[in-house]
């Protein structure tokens, strides 16, 4: 309270928030303390939300630190900041900077990162941080716009937060969006056994795989049975192109299992016995009759 008296004596007295840059504009220090009422008396008296922190510090606007904050404080100095005419599609000087998972992929990258790819990135307050994103839509921030070969909305995937998922979605975002070389588009990120979705995928995986189901609790159980028809949509997808590679006829599957070859045609494979029988039952009885 002292602090924030002082702060409203100097700014009543004629002092510039503008007018020092060491070691940051003053805005910064009070959006990094969640200082919500400081903010907002900052942009007030004429703070400036379109100068960045110097190249050193990745050129970072604002916004992009305002989207990062934990709590209820994330969204509300977002808004304060919006509502100052902020612009949503500032990019900051990290546009060589490489995502994490993907540092020995060679990417195509675009621009430095926008504060929906930072917002979109946030791998722990799903919820404040879809609530950050819906307000940078609703304030026109660009959902095609690629960092490190990512957009927001695979960023959003990877990072395991479907509430963001499912907002970018809703407004608008490009779901085939070409993405960079080795990032393919917003369903491979999905599938990319190089991303954890938010740090747990890979020991759900472990467990899912080595587990039998009555042992799974609902929540892993939840999850075999959505990734059991992902790989039956998948098998599909395959069975209508037709594609060269080799994959479980049934389950669509190709890797880190033993594919066998239909005994009468030949020509589509399976990954166990299971799967043959189901394959055979409800589809492939006809198809190997007529090939014969």
Known sequence: RVRLNTLKLLLER?????????????????IMASD?????????CGASTDVPLPDERKGLYPLHVAVTLPGPAGPKITELLLHAVADPDAQAADKDEIYGPDKNENLLKAGGRTALHVACQRESDYRNASRIVALLLAHGASTDLLWSGHSPLSLAIVSGNYLVV???LKGGANPNLLLGR????????????????GGNRAKLDLRIAHTPFHALNMRERETFKARRQLLSMMGDLHRQSNPEYKFCYHCGRSVSVKLTACSLCHKVFYCSRNCKVKAWDERHKKECNRES
């Open 182 to 197: 080795r990032v393919g588009s917003a369903l491979c990120a999905l599938l990319n056994f190089n991303y954890h979705l």
């Open 14 to 30: 004629g002092a510039d928030p503008n007018a020092c840059r060491v070691p940051m504009p003053v805005l910064f220090l009070a």
């Open 36 to 44: 919500t009422e400081a903010v907002r008396r900052l942009l007030l």
């Open 166 to 168: 499912e907002e970018l």
